[in-house]
């Protein structure tokens, strides 16, 4: 009997100690657990939303310049209509830019400017203003500061595509155009690969156009002849004009409202229906101003402050619209909704790892309980009440940071083999597990480091305030009772 009761007396705090290292090696687990699945849903959707933004800004640019109703009533404009060089034509703003003058207006032979037009904005030397061209030489300065600044002037327009199909059909859709910009260094990421046998099928005297990809899908290919057909005003009625064009390739509009309606042509196309025919964009977006590109569209609000400094000093502040990515009519609300997504994903994030962080105070109350002879021996022997509370709080913080540690490291195996994930999941449903049109062709692999940031922030921190209950009743152990007791 006696042998009995010392192994017992031996044995009963090794099975509590075993039970004490399990729940603390299951409470990392699951605070691991908690740490890859927030890693990787935040890394994959933050590159979803990048991606996105990316297609979104390879055409329309992370940051437009357009003309403001200054401009429009400005003499500096509205004097081409009445200047007999200029065709009595308005002009856009690369005309504008190529121009010899800042007006073509003549005084002395062209028709008396009406009293009430806003009066010639002049420098200091009776010369007109030319906001155009002190834009321009305004961003050719700025670029020295801005790596990889590339801008160029765009207009839209819009016309009547008709594509000759094989077996003598045809394909007909009004199409909005909008100009090829060849200074833009995004836009051969947008244009899909064509096979080189199609190229010299290609026909020089033809005007290249490149449509969104979903014309594939109807049958049009690459080589395929069409015309772009518009109104022209003629003496007293309006006449359908003809532009032959042949497409040249296609390209990923991404998930823009009017992406698949969109075709890329010469910069000559544009101006001549603009200049036949006035042409309203679908969503309100000016069909005339500057595209403004950089390395990274993290530059964009830096850059507009920077231009819009510029602006100021030259004087033409007045004359200009500085809009970036977030403002355009097109993505605004979808600027909105991503903003939304992402508090509400960090929203979730945190009430997951609230709960996950729970597990640890299960722990250290239980490790509390079956050490609390040590406890009370520390405390005889004169620690401090901060002393007996930071050793348990400690314990969880090196418990969140182990889970941090062990949840980054699976994060960073996850994404690194995202695409065998992925694959292995379409296998298992028996088609694809996330639609390419919407997704694109393989999910982001890269390790948000705002994710990774949250997680490092949060997860130590939550853990230490889930020790602190602990810790407090570690702290309130009357070593004489406790001592007593054992």
């Known amino acids: 009997m006696f042998e009995l009761q010392v192994a017992l007396k031996y044995l009963v705090p090794r099975k509590k100690s075993l039970s004490t290292a399990l729940i603390s090696a299951l409470s990392v687990l699951v605070v691991s657990l908690v740490i890859w699945l927030v890693l990787v849903f935040l890394s994959v959707t933050s590159g979803m939303e990048k991606n996105w933004i990316h297609k979104l800004t390879a055409l329309h640019a992370p940051l437009r310049i357009t003309p403001t109703e200054t401009y429009y009533h400005s003499f500096y404009y509205q004097a081409d209509a009445l200047a007999e060089k200029a065709s009595y034509s308005l002009k856009t703003l690369g005309e504008k830019a190529a121009s010899a003058h800042a007006s073509d207006y003549d005084e002395t032979s062209d028709p008396e400017i009406p009293a009430h037009w806003a009066l010639p904005d002049l420098k200091a030397d009776g010369t007109l203003i030319d906001p155009v061209k002190i834009a321009i ?78 014309y594939q899908t109807q049958g049009v290919r690459v080589y395929d002849r069409a015309t772009l057909n518009f109104p022209s005003m003629a003496a007293a009625s309006y006449q359908e004009q003809r532009i032959w064009a042949q497409v040249h390739g296609f390209y990923d509009p991404g998930i823009l409202a009017i992406g698949n309606k969109c075709a890329l042509v010469p910069h000559a196309i544009t101006r001549s229906i603009a200049s036949n025919s006035q042409t309203i964009s679908p969503d309100g977006t000016p069909t005339n101003g500057l595209f403004v590109w950089f390395k990274d569209f993290s530059q964009t609000e830096t850059a507009a402050k920077k231009i819009a400094e510029r602006f100021e000093k030259a004087g033409i502040a007045p004359y200009w619209k500085i809009s970036t990515y977030r403002d355009f009519e097109f993505s605004k609300d979808l600027m909105l909704q991503f903003q939304s997504d992402r508090t509400l994903l960090l929203l979730i994030a945190s009430i997951i790892l609230i709960v996950a962080c729970s597990n640890i105070i299960s722990l250290l109350v239980l490790l509390v309980n079956d050490k609390k002879k040590e406890i009370a021996t520390l405390q005889a022997m004169g620690a401090s009440f901060w002393s007996i509370a930071a050793i348990f709080g400690f314990c969880g913080f090196i418990m969140g940071a182990l889970g941090c540690l062990f949840g980054s490291l699976a994060a960073l195996a996850t994404l690194h083999h ?69």
């Open 137 to 214: 030489a305004e961003l050719k300065n700025l670029a020295p500061e801005i790596p990889g600044l590339a801008f160029q002037d765009y207009e839209i327009s819009g016309a009547l595509l008709r594509i000759s199909l094989a077996h003598g059909t045809s394909l007909s859709q009004m199409t909005y155009l909008l100009s090829y910009s060849d200074q833009n260094p995004h836009l051969p990421s947008l244009l899909l690969p064509i096979e080189p046998s199609n190229t010299a099928l290609l026909d020089p005297s033809l005007a290249p156009i490149f449509l969104p990809k979903s």
């Open 418 to 486: 995202i695409d065998g994930l992925v694959s292995f999941l379409s296998y298992l449903q028996g088609r694809s597990a996330f639609q390419p049109a919407f997704f694109g062709q393989s999910l982001p692999n890269q390790l948000s480091g705002e994710a990774l940031l949250f997680v490092l922030l949060a997860t130590p921190l939550l853990s230490l305030i889930a020790g602190i209950i602990p810790a407090l009743k570690a702290s309130r152990v009357h070593p004489s009772a406790t001592l007593r007791s054992e």
